[in-house]
């Protein structure tokens, strides 16, 4: 079975500043992909960053980046220059190779201080 | 990119009500897709992950005769919350995947947001 744990229930960063979402994750399999997602209070589920296990180059998309520790186990997630819409509900998210559905941790709720 | 719609967004419903809540991918055949409930503060709990043409898995723990799905179609799926009581209430979002491939990224519906009176 597939784990996840995000052990920020809330984070909060000031406007154009970086800031690191931490998640760990748990897996038998040697072939995953891990994502983060944005929940904003609209609940819309936006994908933020998506990661293939077998990449060892840390993917990014613009502001955000990850930081992909395998042996560790660790998807870390920062946002930088950080705006007041990155204020939202994040969930890192793993999913194996098969068929099958996302794991979701807990969530981080993010806010941004003007 | 692609486009889950789920309707409705809202619905409010006596209790012993049954309640229909769609999910349609607009611009790919979904074949796969999973439906998930999240209570309020807390992250998503899957219930069940449907494909077209098959019987929906369910979750340990979800009642199957209470949560009806449907996959009849690579387009659309529906969940049907029977005899709806006040501890159904809930965001119910479903998602769907263009492949049997777990490397696709899953598209979200944009969530139904349940009330049983």
């Known amino acids: 079975a597939q784990t996840v744990t995000q052990s920020q229930p809330e984070m909060s960063v000031q406007e154009a500043e970086t800031v690191t979402l931490s998640c760990t994750y748990d897996?038998?399999?040697?072939?995953?992909?891990l994502f983060w997602y944005k929940q904003p209070p609209s609940r819309q589920m936006i994908l933020v960053i998506r990661?293939?296990?077998?990449?060892?180059q840390n993917a990014t998309e613009n502001r955000f980046s990850v930081n992909f520790q395998k042996a560790a186990k660790s998807f870390s997630l920062k946002i930088s220059d950080s705006q007041l819409g990155d204020a939202a509900m994040y969930f890192c998210?793993?999913?194996?190779?098969?068929?099958?559905?996302?794991?979701f941790g807990k969530g981080t709720r993010l806010s941004v201080i003007a | 990119g692609a486009v889950v719609s789920q309707h409705p967004s809202w619905v409010i419903c006596k209790s012993g009500t049954s309640v229909k809540i769609e999910c349609r991918s607009l611009?790919?055949?979904?074949?796969?897709m999973f439906w998930y409930r999240q209570f309020p503060k807390q992250s998503l709990m899957l219930m069940a992950t449907?494909?077209?043409?098959?019987?929906?898995?369910?979750e340990q723990g979800v009642e199957k005769d209470k949560f009806l799905i449907n996959h009849a179609s690579l387009t659309l799926s529906t969940l049907t919350v029977t005899s709806a009581h006040p501890e159904d209430s809930s965001f119910y979002i479903c998602?769907?995947?263009?492949?049997?491939?777990?490397?696709?990224?899953?598209?979200f519906g944009d969530g139904t947001r349940l009330s049983i009176l």
């Open positions: 998602s769907a995947r263009g492949s049997r491939l777990s490397n696709q990224p899953q598209h």
């Open positions: 897996t038998s399999e040697s072939d995953y992909y």
């Open positions: 990661q293939e296990a077998y990449k060892q």
């Open positions: 998210a793993l999913t194996v190779t098969g068929n099958t559905p996302l794991v």
């Open positions: 611009d790919f055949q979904a074949t796969t």
């Open positions: 449907s494909n077209e043409g098959s019987k929906a898995t369910y």
